[in-house]
Protein backbone atom coordinates (compact mmCIF):
# COMPACT_ATOMS: atom_id res chain seq x y z
CA UNK A 1 0.00 0.00 0.00
CA UNK A 2 1.34 3.34 -0.82
CA UNK A 3 -0.34 6.73 0.47
CA UNK A 4 0.80 10.01 -0.99
CA UNK A 5 -0.71 13.24 0.17
CA UNK A 6 0.45 16.30 -2.40
CA UNK A 7 -0.03 19.25 -0.09
CA UNK A 8 1.09 22.85 0.50
CA UNK A 9 2.99 23.11 3.78
CA UNK A 10 1.90 26.54 4.92
CA UNK A 11 -1.99 28.00 6.19
CA UNK A 12 -3.67 24.55 4.63
CA UNK A 13 -6.09 23.47 6.91
CA UNK A 14 -7.32 20.29 5.38
CA UNK A 15 -3.25 18.98 4.90
CA UNK A 16 -2.64 19.40 8.33
CA UNK A 17 -5.77 17.75 9.33
CA UNK A 18 -5.49 14.93 6.29
CA UNK A 19 -1.97 14.23 8.26
CA UNK A 20 -3.20 14.25 11.40
CA UNK A 21 -5.84 11.86 10.59
CA UNK A 22 -3.43 9.24 9.45
CA UNK A 23 -0.89 10.09 11.87
CA UNK A 24 -2.90 8.87 14.56
CA UNK A 25 -4.05 5.68 13.03
CA UNK A 26 -0.75 4.83 12.58
CA UNK A 27 -0.64 4.77 8.46
CA UNK A 28 2.33 5.79 6.81
CA UNK A 29 2.52 8.49 4.26
CA UNK A 30 4.48 10.14 1.49
CA UNK A 31 3.98 13.82 1.59
CA UNK A 32 5.02 16.14 -1.66
CA UNK A 33 5.05 19.75 -1.41
CA UNK A 34 3.05 21.10 -4.44
CA UNK A 35 4.30 24.67 -4.24
CA UNK A 36 7.85 23.68 -4.38
CA UNK A 37 7.72 20.83 -7.27
CA UNK A 38 6.29 21.49 -10.31
CA UNK A 39 5.89 18.24 -11.59
CA UNK A 40 3.60 17.63 -8.55
CA UNK A 41 1.11 20.59 -9.35
CA UNK A 42 1.22 19.48 -13.08
CA UNK A 43 0.24 16.18 -12.27
CA UNK A 44 -2.65 16.98 -9.48
CA UNK A 45 -4.51 19.69 -11.76
CA UNK A 46 -3.45 18.48 -15.72
CA UNK A 47 -3.73 14.50 -14.87
CA UNK A 48 -6.05 14.23 -11.96
CA UNK A 49 -8.16 17.44 -12.75
CA UNK A 50 -7.82 18.82 -8.72
CA UNK A 51 -7.25 22.62 -7.66
CA UNK A 52 -7.78 22.03 -4.27
CA UNK A 53 -5.12 20.76 -1.65
CA UNK A 54 -4.54 18.40 -0.44
CA UNK A 55 -4.33 15.69 -3.35
CA UNK A 56 -4.55 12.39 -1.88
CA UNK A 57 -3.80 9.16 -3.71
CA UNK A 58 -4.15 5.83 -2.66
CA UNK A 59 -2.45 2.94 -4.18
CA UNK A 60 -3.32 -1.12 -3.22
CA UNK A 61 -3.03 -4.06 -5.05
CA UNK A 62 -3.10 -2.22 -8.19
CA UNK A 63 -6.15 -0.46 -7.80
CA UNK A 64 -5.79 3.32 -7.48
CA UNK A 65 -8.65 6.10 -5.63
CA UNK A 66 -7.36 9.66 -5.34
CA UNK A 67 -9.25 12.80 -3.99
CA UNK A 68 -8.93 16.48 -2.86
CA UNK A 69 -10.04 18.37 0.08
CA UNK A 70 -10.46 16.98 3.42
CA UNK A 71 -12.59 13.94 3.31
CA UNK A 72 -13.68 12.46 6.07
CA UNK A 73 -15.32 9.54 4.86
CA UNK A 74 -12.27 8.17 2.43
CA UNK A 75 -10.08 8.70 5.25
CA UNK A 76 -11.94 6.91 7.57
CA UNK A 77 -12.22 3.98 4.40
CA UNK A 78 -8.43 3.73 3.91
CA UNK A 79 -7.26 3.65 7.54
CA UNK A 80 -10.25 0.55 7.91
CA UNK A 81 -8.78 -0.67 4.36
CA UNK A 82 -5.15 -0.30 6.10
CA UNK A 83 -6.26 -1.92 9.78
CA UNK A 84 -8.48 -4.51 8.23
Given at each position: MTLT??????????????????????????TVDITTND??????????????APVVVYEKDGSEDHWS???????KQVIARRTA
Open positions: LYIKPEGCFGCDKTKQKFTEAGISFTNALAYITEELGYTQGLNPDKI
